[in-house]
C-alpha cells in the first residue's frame, strides 16, 4: 500500500547534527546530502544551525541553497526557526522578539519553505500580528508539541491555535508524546551509568504508570541521580512522553505536519513503530496534508552513522504508514 495523497515522508537535517559539528562539510552541503545521496527529496533544516549569518543570514545563500536542492530534485518542507528571549540578559519586548523572528520567516521563505517551525506557546502575543506577514511569504506556522506537552499540559496554546481558525498557524505533532516505552538503548545507557536497579526496572517495564514519573522526580529531587548520565535523565521529564493517541482526539483538525521522533531502531515490540501506526490511524481520517519527517534524538547516547539510520528509520516509517 502506498501513503495516502498529500502525504510526504521527509527527513530533518537535525539528524545530522554530530557532522555539522565535526564540520568537514558545511551544513548547507551536509544538508544537501540527504537529497543527493537519495534518503529524501523533502528535508527540514534548523536555520540557526545552517547559516551562521543567524538571524538574518545572507539572501545568496539562502536563495542558492533553494537552487541547489532543486537541481538535485528536493525541496526544504519546513525551517525551524527559534526566537531569542533575551538580549544580554534583558528580556527583549514584544516588538524585538518580533524584529528577532521576522528576518528568519523571510529567509524562510527564501529557501522555497512550505512553513516554519516554533515551540508551541513560544510566539504568544506575537501569534495574531504574524498571519498578515505569512500570507505574504506563503508561509505556514506550525507550532511544535512534543513530549510532555499535551493537550491537558498546555490547553491554552492548543486552544490558540483553534481560535486564530487560519490555515497559516498548525500544530506540529512530535510522535515523542506517544511512547509506548522508552528507547532499548537509552535504558542501557542509565544502567551502565549507575542509575539504582529499581528504578530502572519500573522505566523498563512501567513507564506509563504514573507512579514511575513519580519516582523519576524523587530520584533527582534527592540528589540520586549519578552525574554521568544526569543531562540523559532530564529526558524523562521534558523528551519523554507517555500519551495515547485518543489523548489527541480534539487537536487532530489542526495537525498540519508531524516529526516521527526517533531515538534508535530497536523496535522488537514495536516501540518505534507502534506510534507512527497510531498516528496515521489517527490523521487518516481527517484530510491531513503534509510533511511527516523522521528526526533522529538518539544521536546525544548513539554514534550511529546518521545517514544509514535516517534511511533505515524511513523505510521502517513507510511500511508502518501504508499498513493503517
Not at 522555497?112 to 506577514?133: F, K, T, Y
Not at 495537525?255 to 496515521?280: C, E, N, Q
Request: aromatic share 6%; charged share 25%.
Amino acid at each position: 500500500m502506498s501513503l495516502p495523497a498529500g502525504w510526504t515522508l521527509s527527513a530533518s537535517a537535525f539528524n545530522l547534527t554530530p557532522e555539522v559539528i565535526r564540520a568537514e562539510r558545511t551544513a548547507p552541503d551536509l544538508a544537501l546530502s540527504l537529497v543527493e545521496g537519495g534518503t529524501a527529496s523533502a528535508i527540514e533544516i534548523e536555520l540557526g544551525q545552517t547559516w551562521r549569518g543567524f538571524p538574518s543570514p545572507p539572501p545568496t545563500e539562502t536563495t542558492d541553497f533553494r537552487d541547489r536542492l532543486a537541481a538535485a530534485g528536493g525541496g526544504v518542507s519546513i525551517v525551524g526557526v527559534s526566537i531569542d528571549e533575551f538580549d544580554r540578559g534583558r528580556r527583549r519586548t514584544d516588538a524585538e522578539r518580533r524584529a528577532f523572528l521576522e528576518p528568519q520567516l523571510r529567509a524562510a521563505a527564501s529557501t522555497g519553505a512550505a512553513g516554519v517551525r516554533l515551540p508551541i506557546g513560544q510566539a504568544g502575543a506575537l501569534l495574531d500580528g504574524l498571519v498578515p506577514l505569512l500570507d505574504e511569504l506563503d508561509l505556514v506556522l506550525y507550532e511544535e508539541a512534543q513530549g510532555h506537552e499535551t493537550p491537558t499540559a498546555r490547553a491554552a496554546a492548543y486552544d490558540r491555535i483553534g481560535e486564530l481558525d487560519t490555515p497559516r498557524v498548525r500544530l506540529l505533532l512530535d510522535i515523542s508524546m506517544l511512547m509506548p516505552a522508552l528507547p532499548v538503548t537509552y535504558l542501557d545507557r542509565l544502567e551502565r551509568g549507575g542509575l539504582p536497579a529499581d528504578l530502572l526496572r519500573r522505566l523498563r517495564d512501567e513507564w506509563r504508570d504514573p507512579a514511575t514519573q513519580d519516582a523519576v522526580v524523587a530520584l533527582l529531587r534527592a540528589g540520586g541521580v549519578p552525574g554521568p548520565v544526569h543531562t540523559l535523565y532530564m529526558n524523562l521529564l521534558v523528551r519523554f512522553g507517555r500519551s495515547e493517541a485518543s489523548d489527541l482526539a480534539s487537536v487532530l483538525p489542526v495537525i498540519g505536519a508531524a516529526h516521527l521522533k526517533f531515538w534508535d531502531l530497536d523496535d522488537a515490540d514495536g516501540r518505534v513503530t507502534r506510534p507512527i501506526r497510531d498516528v496515521g490511524a489517527a490523521l487518516r481520517g481527517t484530510g491531513f496534508a503534509g510533511t511527516l519527517c523522521s528526526e533522529w534524538g538518539g544521536q546525544e547516547w548513539l554514534d550511529d552513522d546518521p545517514w544509514q539510520m535516517t534511511e533505515r528509520h524511513l523505510a521502517l516509517a513507510r511500511e508502518a504508514l501504508a499498513s493503517v
